[in-house]
């Protein structure tokens, strides 16, 4: 009788790279960034729904500007988040069930610089939204800030890399694009009812509140609420946006801890 070895199915996955690569990383956000250069739809729903959406909001207090003034920012910060994490989770979705991640994962590319590559290039397009929405809010639609808009921009691109942190980590646990755009009600709803926008923390119920102040988009509107109301940079304002930057950092660990090397 025969004792061959039984034969593996496929081959073995290369190793993991020891550690980040910044030219790996690179090439990575520059093949997104070409991607994306050929979805021009996708470009519009990132760079102008957030502009559109503070236009619309102007004309709808348009009789009552000091509304759009008091909810103007914190908007200017919450849509941004919202556009970048549908956009993200379905685009790096789609590159997983296509296979094209598991083939980039059969490279010399670990977890991490595919991730960062990702972020890079998302937060090349969070940038260009940012200003945009920012300069259309301060000097076009006549948003009254206290503060800098320079600190505005700073809470606005924070908070899309936030967004784009996020979908890049939902992504992993998505096997369609309608089930990523599940996960909005999940992970971005409940954010948006007890982050102050509605109605100020301290008034909720003392368990929403305790909630509110673990969800990373409570610190984004504090953060252009301190903008709106004070000069220069206060410590609340540093606060605010440094764990705001650290939550995008620590969604960005979780999500290259959870890719997958094989689609199913």
């Known amino acids: 009788m025969s004792t061959t070895a039984p034969r593996t199915s496929g081959r073995p996955a290369p190793p993991e790279p020891s550690a980040i690569s910044l030219a790996r990383t690179t090439a990575t956000a520059a093949r997104v960034l070409r991607q994306l250069r050929h979805d021009p739809r996708t470009i519009a729903l990132m760079i102008l729904i957030p502009c559109l959406m503070l236009l619309l909001l102007r004309y709808v207090f348009d009789g009552s500007p000091r509304t759009f003034?008091?909810?103007g920012a914190s908007l200017?910060?919450?849509f941004p988040l919202i556009t970048m994490f549908l956009v993200t989770s379905i685009a790096t979705l789609r590159e997983r069930t296509s296979g094209?991640?598991?083939r980039l994962l059969a490279m010399p590319l670990?977890?991490?610089?595919?991730?960062?590559?990702?972020a890079l290039a998302f937060g090349a397009v969070a940038l260009v939204q940012s200003a945009l929405a920012t300069g259309?809010?301060?000097w076009v639609l006549g948003l009254d800030v206290t503060g800098s808009a320079w600190l505005l921009l700073l809470v606005a691109l924070l908070d899309a890399l936030l967004g784009t942190a996020l979908g890049l980590f939902v992504s992993a646990f998505a096997s369609s694009e309608f089930q990523a755009v599940q996960?909005?009600?999940a992970v971005i709803f409940p954010q948006l009812l007890l982050c102050g926008l509605f109605t100020?923390?301290?008034?909720?119920?003392?368990a929403l509140e305790a909630v509110s102040d673990v969800l990373p988009m409570s610190y984004a509107v504090d953060g252009m609420n301190e903008v709106l109301e004070h000069t220069g940079t206060t410590g609340t304002f540093v606060r605010d946006t440094l764990i705001v930057a650290a939550c995008a950092l620590l969604v960005l660990a979780l999500g290259a801890a959870t890719l997958r090397r094989r689609t199913a």
């Open 136 to 138: 259309l809010a301060v």
């Open 100 to 102: 094209t991640l598991e």
């Open 69 to 71: 003034d008091s909810i």
């Open 183 to 185: 996960f909005m009600p």
């Open 76 to 78: 200017l910060g919450i």
């Open 200 to 206: 100020p923390r301290p008034a909720m119920h003392p």
């Open 110 to 118: 670990g977890k991490a610089d595919l991730i960062a590559g990702y």
